[in-house]
């Protein structure tokens, strides 16, 4: 009794997708706006919104059960370190966007945040997907669905296609080789 009391306090106690999705524009926009701001910078602040790894795991899908331990760990921090290069480079170039909240939509353990993002004149819709996370993390960001395109089924999609033809270690290389080249992009 006592530790349910104590668990319901403390997810109640914690930030709701909303608030984490605004906290997480608000730091990656000031960082990324900085005069001398740096992927690394960057790096850390998305890390305590955004859960590259449960992206990773469900971008791989079944295929993530059939991996030994050794092999999800390779495959985690590459596809991690893809993930937080792309967004590093994506962020740093994009300068200061406005960002209007809208809709706050949560099933169980599971969320979505609307929102509508302002760059120069033009308007992009984007909805962040967020879960719950079981560790005192509280809500963490999973996928971005921009222009009804979602980040996380086009992984699926690209990584089904080069599973069939390349296997996993293929995948992995490709991952890999891709991950190199972007961060050579955000090395000064």
């Known amino acids: 009794m006592l530790v349910s009391l104590l668990t319901a306090v403390l997810l109640t106690a914690s930030p709701g997708p909303l608030e984490v999705v605004k906290e997480g524009n608000t ?42 331990a050794a092999q999800r760990k390779d495959f985690s921090s590459t596809m991690e370190g893809l993930l937080r290069a792309s967004y590093a480079q994506k962020a740093l170039g994009q300068g200061r966007t406005q960002v209007h909240y809208g809709k706050e ?16 004149r033009d308007k992009y819709p984007v909805n962040y997907k967020l879960y719950r996370s079981g560790d005192q993390a509280g809500w963490r960001i999973y996928d971005v669905v921009t222009d009804d395109v979602s980040l996380l089924d086009t992984y699926q999609e690209q990584f089904r296609k080069i599973l069939a033809t390349k296997g996993f ?5 490709t991952l890999k080789a891709k991950r190199a080249q972007i961060e050579k992009t955000l090395i000064p």
Not at 28 to 54: I, M, N, W
């Open 105 to 120: 939509t949560i099933e169980g353990n599971e969320a979505s945040v609307d929102t509508t993002v302002n760059v120069n």
């Open 27 to 68: 730091n990656v926009q000031k960082v990324a706006s900085a005069k001398a701001a740096t992927a690394e910078q960057v790096y850390q602040v998305v890390e305590r919104f955004v859960d590259f790894g449960e992206l990773s795991k469900r971008a791989l899908g079944e295929t993530w059960n059939k991996l030994t």
């Open 169 to 173: 270690d293929g995948l992995l290389a």
